[in-house]
Each structure stands twice: as structure tokens, then as C-alpha cells.
């Protein structure tokens, strides 16, 4: 028997696989085009079944970022990852050791300080470890500062036992990449002159990626494409109609005309606002949002006084960001039109370590 969004239990995440399918293709035809390698980030989606296809769609690899999602994608058969994250500690190193030995892995520094506890542990292995320098040009995050940094750091990697200089790598702030691009490409000078190769320049995201033309980076890590969100779509990097995840939700109270109450807050929605105006948008009416949030309320305030929707009526919500959405919920269901396809475990949910 056919079961649809109305036998789902609310609030829930719904994954549309029709949008998800073709956003990944366009994904990946913006990368063959631009010729650079497609490093999707999982942290958007955290489910090895997206990863894997990804990567049989053209992807080279994975971007995870932390430990746990490697593990998780690694357990699940992933071989490629790239985790552009410092890696801090004995047992964390420890850990990224033993990854190590069972696939192919990257990782970045922007510090002496953490160059020097991978070598304290790579030292005697069989095999290096690829470091990638990280490279702050423009977000105001992790990174190297200037390039004659990068360039010590590459040296210091370099000379390092246990370790192998792997290139450059950036986040660019959205709508910057410009000024990333010629960052990067002074840096790329300057370490060619001091006789240093960059195997690999690693940067790019999802609100660019549509936008990027010719550039020095080599490959890119879009994250948000598999689903887009209220806040892509603000970018310019996608329509409504493209967005693949939404929160299903039940109105439980309407205690005023103008007012509408979810079952879906703050543990179901994210709260950040990326500079919009309330929490998500009512999905096939996008000129309404959900105004305020509390843990288990969703709260809607209505510009014009309506009797309608009505309580136990259902409604999807697009979220302004996908990705913390994923990581509220143990579980997602797939969906094809309005038929519930399959419900599956977000298996890296959590996996902050």
C-alpha cells in the first residue's frame, strides 16, 4: 500500500529525492565544466547514501569535517575524504592515525603548533600524512594571514617527519571570490618561487559555485546543493523550487486570527537568520514565515487576519539552513511527489568528536 506525508509523524525532515538527484547533477555538470574536482562537503547531509552518490556521479572524493563524520563515511565504504580542520590532541590524533591507514585522507593546519603535534605522531608511520595549508582570505576564521605565512607553514610541513605538504586551502567568504582567488594566487607564486608545488588548491561553496568562472583553485567543496535552503535561494544560488529539504509540521494552535502555532521550533528549525526575516518559509507560500521560534512552538504571524489554515491542517517549512537542520534529527524520509519513498538514518548526525 502506498503510504504519503500524510501518514508521516510531525514534525519531521522530508528529502525530496527528485530535487536531490537533479541538484547533485547539476552539481556536478558546473564542475566538469568550470575543470576543476567536485569535493562535495557532507556536513549538509551526513548520510553515507548521499555521499556514495555523489562520488558516483563524478565526485573525486568527500569534505567531512570533523573526525566522527569521517569515521562514519569511512565505515560506510567512502575512501577519499578531505577533513580541512585542525586536528588538536593525543587521542584525536590517535584516531586520525588509524583513518589514516584505511584510506585516503587530508587534513589542514594554519599553525606551527598543530604541524608539529601531526609530526609528533606521523613521525615513525608507514605512511604520511597529506596537509594541506589553510588560508584565511576574506572569511575572518581559521587560516594563515598572509602569504609569506602560508609559505613557512609549507616549509615546515615539508620538513616535517610523517608529513606531506599537500597545497592550499580557503573557505571564501560568499560573494568574495574574487579577492580569494587572487589571495590564493599570489600565494601559489610565492611558494612556486620558493620551489614549492601545489598539488591540490581547495576552495569554493555553494552560493558561488554557479557564479565561479576561470580560477586558480583546483577543486571545490560545495555543501548546501544536494538540498538548498531559504538562504541559498537569497544568494542567488538557487529557487524555491530547487530546494529539497523541508520540515513537515502540524498547526496546533490558532489562537488568533493572525496567528498560527507549529509543532516545529527550535529543536526541529534552525534559528539562524543569515539577515532574513524569520525562521523558514511556508513551502508554495513563500511570503509567509515563521516568525518567532521556541523549543517545541513555531510560532506565525499572518499579515492579514484568516481562518485558514486550520488546527490540525500540515504545512512545510524550507529552513533558512539546511545543515543544522540535518543534525536535529535522527532520521529523514524520502519522498517522491507527495509519496513516502523510504525513512532513513542521518548516520553522521551528531558526530561533533
Not at 280 to 295: A, D, K, R, Y
Not at 333 to 339: C, N, P, R
Request: charged residues 20%.
Amino acid at each position: 500500500m502506498t503510504k504519503t506525508l500524510a501518514d508521516l509523524e510531525t514534525p519531521c525532515v522530508v528529502i525530496d529525492i527528485d530535487r536531490v538527484e537533479a541538484n547533485l547533477k547539476r552539481g556536478q555538470a558546473q564542475a566538469d565544466a568550470l575543470g576543476v574536482a567536485l569535493r562535495p562537503h557532507i556536513k549538509t547531509h551526513k548520510i553515507p547514501r548521499f555521499a556514495l552518490r555523489q562520488v558516483e556521479l563524478g565526485a573525486v572524493g568527500i569534505t567531512v569535517q570533523k573526525l566522527g563524520e569521517a569515521e562514519t563515511m569511512a565505515d560506510a565504504g567512502l575512501s577519499d575524504l578531505f577533513l580541512p580542520y585542525n586536528i588538536v590532541g593525543a587521542k584525536k590524533l590517535d584516531r586520525l592515525a588509524a583513518l589514516n591507514e584505511r584510506i585516503n585522507l587530508r587534513v589542514t593546519a594554519d599553525s606551527p603548533d598543530t604541524v608539529s603535534g601531526y609530526a609528533q605522531r606521523f613521525a615513525n608511520s608507514a605512511k604520511p600524512l597529506v596537509v594541506l595549508v589553510e588560508c584565511d582570505t576574506g572569511l575572518g576564521r581559521c587560516g594563515v594571514q598572509s602569504n609569506v605565512q602560508a609559505l613557512a607553514l609549507a616549509r615546515h610541513i615539508a620538513l616535517s617527519p610523517g608529513l606531506e605538504f599537500g597545497g592550499l586551502m580557503t573557505y571564501p567568504a560568499a560573494g568574495k571570490v574574487a579577492q580569494s582567488d587572487q589571495w590564493l594566487a599570489d600565494a601559489v607564486a610565492l611558494l612556486t618561487e620558493a620551489g614549492f608545488a601545489c598539488p591540490v588548491i581547495s576552495g569554493g561553496n555553494t552560493p558561488d559555485m554557479f557564479r565561479l568562472e576561470k580560477s586558480v583553485v583546483t577543486e571545490i567543496r560545495p555543501g548546501t546543493y544536494i538540498y538548498f535552503d531559504r538562504g541559498q535561494v537569497s544568494l542567488g544560488a538557487a529557487s524555491f523550487e530547487e530546494c529539497a529539504l523541508s520540515v513537515l509540521t502540524t498547526i496546533v494552535s490558532r489562537p488568533t486570527p493572525n496567528r498560527i502555532v507549529i509543532d516545529a521550533g527550535s529543536k526541529s528549525l534552525t534559528s539562524d537568520l543569515f539577515g532574513l526575516t524569520g525562521f523558514g518559509v511556508v513551502m508554495g507560500n513563500i511570503g509567509v514565515s515563521v516568525t518567532s521560534l521556541s523549543e517545541e512552538h513555531g510560532v506565525i504571524e499572518l499579515a492579514e487576519p484568516s481562518d485558514a489554515p486550520r488546527v490540525g491542517e500540515r504545512i512545510r517549512i524550507i529552513p533558512n539552513h539546511a545543515c543544522p537542520v540535518s543534525n536535529l534529527h535522527d532520521r529523514v524520509h524520502l519522498i517522491s511527489g507527495d509519496e513516502w519513498v523510504e525513512t532513513i538514518d542521518v548516520a553522521a548526525r551528531g558526530r561533533t568528536d
